[in-house]
C-alpha cells in the first residue's frame, strides 16, 4: 500500500506481454516440473503487480511475479528477498527473475494467508498466528540493517498524509476544506509527523499486516517486503494490530502489543521503556498509516478502477476517531472528518 504510484493509460497486460511471459517461463517450467498449460491468477494486488500460479502433476507448485517494467520495478523486490532470506525469515525463493521485462519466478508459500486464517478462527487459532507474526517482526528490527534502506522521511511521511484530502476528502465525498479546515489539518499532519520522526529507526515493512503474511513452515510465509524503509520503530506492529480488512477489540491489541514490547526490549531493541508512551507512538503512527490508507483506497476506486476498496473505509474512520478522540493534540481532526461520517450514511456505507 504505498503513496505513490504511476497511472497506466491501459492495462499493461496485453496479448504481447502475455506471449512474452509465456515464451520465458516455457524452458523455467519444464525445469522445476511444472505445466505453463496450468498458469492461473494467484492473487489479486493493489499495485501494477499481478501473481500468477503455475502447478505440476507432480504436486509441485510456483507463482510468477509480473511487474511491467514502466510502472513498476522488481529490482528492490529481489534485492530485499535475498537480505531477509539471509536475516533467516521466511520468504519467497527466487527461482528466476528476469528484471528488464519484470518477470520473477518464485517458490510457492502457500495458499492460506493470515487473513483467511485469521478469519476462519479468530480464537487460538489467531493466538498462534499473531505470536509467530510478533517473533517474526522482533527478528526483522533486529536482523536487518535499516541504513541500507530508504529513509521514511518528513518529506514521504506528508505525501501519505496528502493522499487523504486528495482522494478522500475531495474526490470520494466531494468536500472542500476552508483555511481554516486546512490550516487545522496541517497541525495535525505536523503532530503526526513529528511524532513519527522522534521514534527509533529500524526496518519498516511498511505493510505488515495479516494479507501479506502466510501460514507457512517456518511460520509466518513474509510478502510485499518491496517498499521497506528504515523508519519508526512502531510502525509495523500498528500494520499488524489495526489491519485494513480485519479488526480486533482492545483488550487484544494490547495483549499482543505487550508481548512485541517485552520481546523486544529483550531483544535490545530500541522501544521506549514506558509501555504507555510507546502504546501512544504505535497509536499516532497507526492514525498517519490509517489516514494515508483512506486515501489510497479511495484512489484506487477512482483512479484504478477497484471499487471494492471502498468498502472497508469504515473501519478506517472508527479507526481514526478512536485515536483522535483519545489525544487532545489530534482532536482538531474530529471536525473534519465528521461531515463525513454523515455522508457515508447517506451514500450507503456502514459502520
Not at 517498499?227 to 479488526?247: M, Q, T
Not at 477497484?306 to 472497508?312: F, G, S, T
Request: with cysteine; glycine share 6%; charged share 25%.
Amino acid at each position: 500500500m504505498t503513496a505513490t504510484q504511476p497511472t497506466p493509460s491501459a492495462s499493461p497486460f496485453t496479448a504481447d506481454r502475455e506471449a512474452s511471459l509465456r515464451q520465458w517461463l516455457a524452458p523455467l517450467a519444464s525445469r522445476h516440473g511444472l505445466d505453463p498449460a496450468s498458469l492461473a491468477p494467484a492473487s489479486a494486488d493493489a499495485s501494477f503487480r499481478r501473481y500468477l500460479r503455475l502447478t505440476g502433476p507432480g504436486g509441485g507448485s510456483a507463482v510468477v511475479m509480473d511487474a511491467p517494467p514502466a510502472l513498476v520495478a522488481c529490482q528492490p523486490f529481489l534485492v530485499m528477498a535475498e537480505r531477509i532470506a539471509s536475516s533467516g525469515l521466511h520468504v519467497p525463493a527466487v527461482l528466476a527473475a528476469d528484471p528488464e521485462q519484470g518477470f520473477v519466478l518464485l517458490s510457492d508459500l502457500g495458499r492460506r494467508s493470515y487473513l483467511d486464517a485469521l478469519r476462519d478462527d479468530p480464537g487460538p487459532g489467531a493466538e498462534r498466528l499473531m505470536r509467530d507474526a510478533i517473533r517474526a517482526l522482533v527478528h526483522w528490527q533486529g536482523h536487518l540493517d535499516a541504513s541500507a534502506l530508504p529513509r521514511y522521511d518528513d518529506a514521504l511521511l506528508r505525501r501519505e498524509l496528502a493522499l487523504f484530502p486528495e482522494w478522500c476528502v475531495q474526490r470520494e465525498f466531494g468536500i472542500s476544506w476552508t483555511e481554516k479546515q486546512q490550516a487545522r489539518w496541517q497541525g495535525v499532519c505536523d503532530t503526526l509527523v513529528a511524532s513519527a520522526l522522534a521514534q527509533p529507526v529500524v526496518a519498516v515493512h511498511r505493510d505488515y499486516m495479516p494479507r501479506n503474511l502466510m501460514v507457512a513452515d517456518p511460520n509466518p510465509g513474509i510478502l510485499d517486503f518491496q517498499d521497506a524503509v528504515a523508519g519508526p520503530v512502531s510502525y509495523d506492529l500498528a500494520s499488524l494490530l489495526r489491519d485494513a480488512f480485519i479488526s480486533w477489540d482492545e483488550e487484544r491489541e494490547l495483549d499482543w502489543a505487550v508481548r512485541y514490547w517485552e520481546a523486544a526490549r529483550k531483544a535490545g531493541l530500541p522501544v521506549d521503556d514506558d509501555f504507555g508512551e510507546f502504546w501512544r507512538q504505535l497509536e499516532w503512527m497507526g492514525l498517519q498509516r490509517h489516514l494515508k490508507v483512506l486515501g489510497i483506497f479511495c484512489r484506487l476506486k477512482h483512479r484504478d478502477d477497484k471499487p471494492a476498496y471502498r468498502e472497508d473505509l469504515p473501519r478506517f474512520f472508527a479507526y481514526a476517531t478512536k485515536v483522535a478522540l483519545r489525544y487532545r493534540p489530534l482532536a482538531p481532526l474530529l471536525a473534519l472528518i465528521e461531515p463525513m461520517h454523515d455522508q457515508k450514511l447517506a451514500v450507503g456505507y456502514t459502520f
